[in-house]
């Protein structure tokens, strides 16, 4: 599966901006997806992910309350949707999908970078005034 991230750029503290992970070759309902971010100087971490067979859903304690992952089927993507962004949030935004199987695993024990295999190529959100 091939994924394109969208929906970054330049955004004020507090704002909402959604971000879109569009996936061809495959369909993205098959999978299991995760969004996550790398901020300049570390390493690359999970944010929320969202299983493939009953799309429970995991979030990252600092985004918890604030963001939300869903997929749109129709259009075939993965949306993370951001609200009261911070500062902090700064950083390059990845999606990734894996097929599985996942077994007993749970969302949050595979919304970590090795468990997943195929990643788009980022968007950068900066949160600044």
């Known amino acids: 599966v091939q994924l394109v991230e969208s929906g970054g750029g330049l955004v004020q503290p507090g704002g909402s901006p959604r971000l879109s992970c569009a996936a061809s070759g495959s369909t993205l309902d098959d999978y299991a997806v995760g969004w996550f971010r790398q901020a300049p100087g570390k390493g690359r971490e999970g944010v929320s992910c969202?299983?493939?067979?009953?799309?429970?859903?995991y979030y990252a304690d600092f985004v918890k309350g604030r963001f939300s992952i869903s997929r749109d089927n129709a259009k075939n993507t993965v949306n993370l949707q951001m609200n009261d962004l911070e500062p902090e949030d700064t950083a390059v935004y990845y999606c990734?999908?894996?097929?599985?199987?996942?077994?007993?695993?749970?969302?949050?024990?595979?919304?970590?970078?090795?468990?997943?295999?195929?990643w788009g190529q980022g968007t950068q959100v900066t949160v600044s005034s």
């Open positions: 969202i299983r493939s067979v009953n799309s429970s859903t």
């Open positions: 990734a999908a894996d097929l599985g199987p996942h077994g007993r695993t749970t969302t949050q024990a595979m919304c970590v970078v090795p468990f997943f295999y195929s």
